[in-house]
């Protein structure tokens, strides 16, 4: 009889490893995408993830561009020795801007994309102590704000901009960008006809959406509703890297 229990346990131990366990179901959907296309979309995917949305944001709140917004390009000078100054005062390029500004300057690029440009930015917010360093260099107030009153740059609704092809060509605007001299004055109508339909092309743009220009610089912009904001000072973080 025990022989027999023993002989019967062997062969049900036998039938349990010899049974084929059941096929996984995986939960993710088959495709015919090559690896390649796989990376291309996973790629993608994460692009369209990383940009934010300024709908639930308050006007005044500071952000930065390049999170809400692919369709710029930058050439932030303050972050080079590529200025007047012939030094860096930024630690790193970033164009940071109120809400409102931001907004402000997405329409008026979209404008611009139509007709097949878009934005170039030489400077947006800009520090108040970094007012100090230019007024000390250049105390013109036709040029440099003056930092005890604050520049419109220091409360995050100014900018320094030109224009740009789509394929990141060069627009002619007659002068680099600070350039302190006649030449780079709104109202100096001795210039070729490109340059000035260039430059009008901008400012109407700007103006439209809520900007005004002053008269000395071709490439300065103050947002209208921002003249009554508040100074701010703070330093950005330098870990990420500003695309175009």
């Not at 409102?100 to 008026?108: D, I, R």
């Not at 520090?127 to 220091?154: F, L, T």
């Not at 609704?157 to 030109?162: E, H, R, Y």
Request: hydrophobic share 35%; with cysteine; glycine share 6%.
């Amino acid at each position: 009889m025990i022989r027999v229990l023993i002989l019967g346990l062997s062969l049900m131990i036998l039938s349990c490893k010899e049974t084929t366990p059941e096929k996984k179901v995986s939960s993710k959907p088959e495709t015919n995408l090559s690896p390649e296309d796989s990376l291309s979309v996973v790629s993608k995917q994460a692009e369209e993830v990383k940009l934010k949305s300024l709908d639930n944001l308050s006007d005044t709140t500071f952000i930065r561009l390049a999170d809400y917004s692919r369709d710029f390009s930058y050439d932030l000078r303050y972050a080079t020795e590529n200025n007047f100054m012939k030094e860096k005062v930024y630690e790193c390029g970033e164009c940071y801007l109120r809400a409102k500004t931001a907004k402000a300057l997405m329409k008026a690029n979209d404008e611009l994309m139509k007709k097949g440009y878009r934005i170039r930015f030489f400077d947006c917010y800009r520090p108040r102590s970094v007012q100090y360093i230019m007024w000390e260099i250049v105390p013109n107030p036709q040029y440099v704000a003056n930092p005890d009153k604050g520049s419109i740059h220091n409360r995050g609704g100014a900018v320094d901009i030109t224009l740009e092809t789509l394929d990141g060509g060069g627009v002619d605007m007659g002068t680099d960008f600070d350039y302190f001299g006649k030449r780079a004055y709104h109202d100096n109508t001795d210039l070729p006809e490109e340059i000035l339909a260039n430059r009008k092309l901008l400012k109407e743009t700007m103006e439209r959406n809520g900007f005004w220009s002053i008269r000395t610089e071709w490439w300065h912009y103050n947002l209208g509703s921002a003249s009554r904001d508040k100074i701010a000072e703070f330093a950005w973080e330098c870990d990420t890297v500003q695309g175009d």
